[in-house]
């Protein structure tokens, strides 16, 4: 959110950027259907914080520990933190044909983590726990792509809003932001 300051009027506009995430695959997961059986994961993309909503879910791959999915989709970041600040998070799933699916891990990436990656960056990061005690062990891997100008735009915006804590008298230019990227 960007505030602009213009004598008695105050105009607030939401700005957010559209990012592209590939989850491309785990390795070395836990195996759920036993010791001597491999698991049938699928990956579940949730957006937390603001606007809160389930995203994506890859196709299941079955009777592995490794599965690859190359599954991209777009999600909309806010560009100003802390407000509006939020998380992406990509758990994986053993599909289950009775019963409740098994939790077998995610990862979470912070908005502003995601808007600092250089555009298709591979990040392979270790699968983690909802809670102490679970068994998780593996890791995922996934794509972040990041248009260069929405970089820039997100670095303009945050020194902006760093300027914004100026004492009172002091009013920054205003200047024309566009609001659908």
């Not at 990040?123 to 983690?128: D, S």
């Not at 068994?135 to 996934?142: A, I, K, S, Y």
């Not at 914004?164 to 200047?175: D, L, M, N, S, T």
Request: aromatic content about 6%.
């Amino acid at each position: 959110m960007v505030e602009f300051h213009t004598g008695f009027l105050t105009v607030r506009v939401h700005l957010r950027a559209r990012v592209g995430i590939f989850v491309d695959s785990a390795r070395h997961l836990h195996s759920a259907d036993g010791a001597m059986g491999a698991s049938d994961p699928y990956a579940v993309a949730k957006w937390l914080g603001h606007r809160a909503r389930k995203l994506t879910r890859t196709k299941t791959r079955d009777e592995t520990l490794s599965p690859t999915w190359n599954h991209g989709f777009i999600v909309a970041i806010p560009l100003l933190m802390p407000e509006h600040g939020g998380k992406l998070e990509v758990s994986v799933w053993d599909d289950d044909f009775f019963g409740s699916d098994d939790f077998l891990g995610k990862v979470e990436l912070d908005a502003s983590f995601v808007m600092r990656q250089r555009s298709m960056d591979k990040l392979t990061l270790p699968l983690k726990a909802r809670k102490r005690g679970e068994r998780v062990q593996g890791t995922m891997t996934l794509r972040v792509c990041v248009p260069e100008k929405i970089q820039e735009l997100c670095v303009n915006l945050t020194a902006h809003a760093q300027n914004r804590a100026r004492p009172r008298g002091h009013r920054p230019p205003v200047r024309d932001v566009p609001t659908e990227l």
